[in-house]
């Protein structure tokens, strides 16, 4: 894993959309702008085969899987997505690339919060 993604640690022009209550409560007041200790607790960085491997076991939050699936042929991204449903919670996101689009029976699986930046919940 990258050793910036894995320290959580963010420069200055990273925060142009990011709004300054959210900031205040999850980074660092000064540079590196970290997350706080609380989040960074919560998150699990994995190396994984997305093909061979099954989900990581139990009901995940988030799953971000930005500018992958474009290099699948169809019928292996509608594979991904059922892995993805199984394991997010039912409160959980999935997060998707901006090309990236639900295909098949995913759309029947998953509810866009915002379609624009492709961020869906399971149904």
Known sequence: MPAAAQQGAFEEGDFTDTPPELRRRY??????????????????????????????PGMHQLICCRNVLIYF?????ERLFEKFHSALAPDGFLVLGKVETLLGSARTRFAAVDGRERIFRPL
């Open 27 to 56: 980074f660092a007041s000064s540079a590196p702008y970290t997350i706080v200790p609380e989040v960074k607790r919560l998150v699990r960085f994995e190396r994984r085969d997305l093909l061979a491997e099954a989900p990581p």
């Open 73 to 77: 042929d169809r019928e292996t991204q």
